[in-house]
């Protein structure tokens, strides 16, 4: 067995333990994801001005405070649970991006950079409040396609990793995928590429 194996065995045993109640699992969570977690964190940062005042150690650190408290869910396994990372990760930095306009009230947007691997926009730099409601309004039409956007797009898991996550065929995935780039783009006024 390699590492990886090793790894995912290991927090979905912890995520069992939560689940059981023990609470002193909680600690152990962190020393194993931290790293997936800051990778995460750079890759969104990957093309971020370098004046931006959220790092990504920091950026790591408070969504895991937030994740802590969310660990009462049920996680099936270690990919559902960077799926929730991902999502969170996107909810700080919108808060970051809200209290930085209020501050500055009339000059840009804050813009974030997200990896450009997995991108549904012709260009990566993007509004992460727009990007925001843009996913909201997505998830108030189609959940499954905003699901699929915070899999894909956020968490930078593979067509095979999300339809097995959300219990449909990759083709699906494929197809939802595509659509949801598309509705991505005309709602945040990008012209198709």
Not at 23 to 46: C, G, K, N, W
Not at 120 to 131: F, G, R
Request: proline letters at 2%; hydrophobic letters at 45%.
């Amino acid at each position: 067995m390699n590492s990886q194996d090793d790894r995912e065995q290991s927090l979905t045993a912890i995520l069992a333990r939560v689940d059981e109640g023990d609470q002193r699992a909680v600690q152990d969570i962190l020393p194993i994801v931290y790293d997936e977690l800051r990778s995460m964190a750079t890759a969104m940062f990957s093309n971020e001005r370098t004046e931006h005042t959220l790092q990504p150690t920091a950026l790591v650190h408070e969504a895991y405070l937030r994740l802590a408290s969310r660990l009462n869910e049920r996680f099936r396994d270690r990919r559902q649970f960077f799926a929730l990372a991902a999502k969170v990760m996107r909810q700080v930095l919108t808060d970051h991006a809200r209290a930085a306009r209020a501050e500055k009230r009339g000059r840009d947007w804050t813009r974030v950079t997200l990896n450009p691997v997995v991108t549904p926009l012709s260009t990566c730099d993007v509004d992460i409040e727009a990007l925001d409601a843009a996913m909201r309004k997505l998830a108030a039409l189609n959940a499954r396609h905003a699901q699929i956007v915070e899999y894909r797009f956020l968490s930078g898991f593979t067509v095979e990793e999300v339809a097995d996550l959300i219990n449909v065929s990759t083709r699906t995935v494929e197809l939802d995928w595509r659509a949801a780039r598309a509705w991505l783009r005309l709602e945040l006024g990008e012209s198709n590429s």
